[in-house]
């Protein structure tokens, strides 16, 4: 049952990236598309238990754009953090590679939370191993597991238990 | 709408141009893929918007290659970061510490 709802998830996600990238509802497009993401589907579900773990609820749909908001706002402010760096001639760097723990189980908060720490200020996820996921950090502040938690994923922590917990 | 997909496209050239120099200016592997990572899915995201925005037949279509560039650009980087890690790619002399390592020795990783 759950393996069939994943698959249903996936065809629906699949079907509108081809809506979205052909754009029209030709009738030509709608059988090609069809017929390949059905292929595709067939062929590849099985390797990918990612989408088990989708939840919707409308608790769901209402953190998915505060996550976007807060997320788009980490990414500006990460762009011009290393961008000041880069221009300075100093090169004002301090790197480090640190651990942090997350409660996050599912495999796809954890892929969430490992993207959105690789697009923010001065991190770069490196490697995941169960609940530590190990941080190249450019300016790292804190050595220990505890800051350097809070100071990287706390903030989306916070919201992502929300989301897909 | 043409002056919102220029300052857009203009945005974009500025942080993939940032993003190059960070690549030559940076001392290691890690920082690279910092500097690169970041401007240019920042980059790549704003010009790509700002064509949509010039040419609004191709906006919808714009959105979705910003979506897919959010989500794969991440993953490759963090690929290549632990790749270079597991084949012993040190870090630059000036880093502070290095607690994979340590585990990778202890025999935990």
Known sequence: MKKLKGFIIFLIVAALTWLLLTGTFSRDELLVGGISLVLIAVLFYGYSDLYRGIKITPKIILFYPLYLLVFLKELIK?????????????????????????????????????NSITLTPGTLTVDVKDDTLFIHWIDVKGKDVESATKEISSRFEKILKEIVE | MTILGDI????????????????????DVYNRLQAGTKATTMGAMSLILGVGFLNTGFLVKSIVIVL??????????????????????????????????????????
């Open chain 2, 68 to 109: 897919f560039i959010v989500l794969t650009n991440p993953i490759s980087s963090s690929t290549i970061a632990r790749a270079s890690h597991k084949s012993g790619v040190p870090l630059v002399k000036k880093s502070v510490v290095d607690v994979c390592k340590d585990n990778v020795k202890k025999g935990e990783v």
């Open chain 1, 78 to 114: 990460a762009n011009i953090d290393v961008a000041l760096r880069v221009i300075k001639p100093s090169l004002p760097i301090n790197p480090g590679i640190v651990a942090i723990k997350t409660e996050l189980k599912s495999p796809l908060s954890k892929l969430i939370l490992a």
């Open chain 2, 8 to 27: 857009f496209i203009l945005i974009g050239s500025l942080f993939l141009f940032l993003g190059s120099l960070g690549i030559f200016r940076m001392p």
